[in-house]
């Protein structure tokens, strides 16, 4: 079946710890997004990509990096320097230009 | 600063109409409004989308004012399953803008 995987569903790490949030898709879109969503709240962007070998940044993109060596996959890094990384992650893929996206089912990230 | 102003809740009672509606008063030519749903720890989920003229899917419908600084999402007979928070989104430049969305409940 074709779709948007984020793997793990649930993720607890250190504090001072980098970690790497996992997303695919077998969907051949070209356009991938990561959103951070915190309780209550609708979801912020973090990093977009539209093509393999290039992303930009979101609005909240600092203490996260990305990378997109592939065109099924974008990871997500979310770095020590992030002061608050403790939110659920989730991550979207499209084609470009106005048209739907597809969602993940998400990674809770917890940093203790 | 959310493009997007929605209220935080509101009810319906099964098998009637609702109506969601959505300010974008910042909305320009080219912009998009989208609409998705969610479940708790779910990811969203598509609804509808459109630019200027109302749309019609086997979902909703979507009406858009003519100035379009606003529009409405119209689940026609509402279902237990409908219950979810929904987010109208301004879409610019290829991003997508949520906005904190409205918590639809739906009553038996």
């Known amino acids: 079946d074709g779709g948007i995987t984020q793997s793990p569903k649930y993720l607890f790490r250190k504090e001072g710890q980098n970690v790497t949030l996992s997303c695919e898709q077998n969907l051949n879109h070209d356009a991938m997004y990561w959103y951070r969503q915190d309780p209550g709240q609708g979801l912020r962007l973090i990093y977009y990509?539209?093509?393999?070998?290039?992303?930009q940044k979101g609005d909240i993109a600092e203490g996260y990096s990305v990378s997109r060596e592939k065109k099924e996959s974008f990871p997500l890094t979310v770095t020590s320097a992030q002061k608050n990384p403790t939110a659920f992650y989730l991550c979207?893929?499209?084609?470009?230009?106005?048209?739907?996206?597809?969602f993940g089912q998400g990674t809770r990230l917890t940093v203790v | 600063d959310a493009k997007t102003t929605q209220p935080n809740s509101m009810e319906s009672n099964e098998e009637e109409p609702v109506h969601l509606p959505c300010n974008h008063s910042t909305i320009s030519g080219t912009d998009y409004i989208h609409w998705y749903r969610q479940l708790p720890s779910q990811g969203p989920e598509y609804v509808i989308h459109g630019l200027t003229s109302n749309v019609n899917n086997r979902m909703a419908s979507l009406a858009i004012a003519e100035d379009r600084k606003s529009s409405t999402l119209i689940l026609h007979r509402a279902t237990l399953r409908d219950a979810a928070v929904y987010y109208c989104?301004?879409?610019?430049?290829?991003?997508?803008?949520f906005g904190t969305g409205t918590s639809l409940t739906v009553i038996p």
């Open positions: 990509s539209q093509i393999v070998n290039d992303f």
């Open positions: 989104i301004q879409e610019t430049g290829n991003q997508f803008y």
């Open positions: 979207a893929s499209s084609e470009t230009g106005n048209t739907e996206a597809f």
